[in-house]
């Protein structure tokens, strides 16, 4: 009897400000917050709120991380 194949990862569909640093090399995360400020990344807020915890898709964090890929 075969075995069935390993499920892949799962991609995140977003990410907070911590992991988008961190995946875009170890920048601070009052860099993300500036990039955020220039247009470079749109956030989502969970909460509805202006000043509630932001995240970001993934597809934009990927844009970032690898410009060639866009």
Same mark, same amino acid.
Not at 16 to 20: K, M, Y
Not at 24 to 33: F, N, Q
């Given at each position: 009897m075969t075995q069935a194949p390993a499920p892949k990862p799962v991609e995140r569909l977003i990410y907070?400000?911590? *992991? =988008?640093a961190e995946l875009?090399?170890?920048?601070?995360?009052?860099? =993300?917050?500036r990039m955020e400020r220039d247009g470079k990344l749109t956030?989502?807020?969970?909460?509805?709120?202006?000043?509630? *915890?932001?995240?970001?898709?993934?597809?934009d964090v990927m844009k970032l991380a690898d410009p060639k890929a866009a």
């Open positions: 907070s400000r911590e *992991q =988008v875009l090399g170890g920048i601070s995360i009052a860099t =993300v917050i956030a989502i807020r969970l909460t509805g709120k202006k000043t509630g *915890q932001a995240f970001y898709k993934h597809a």
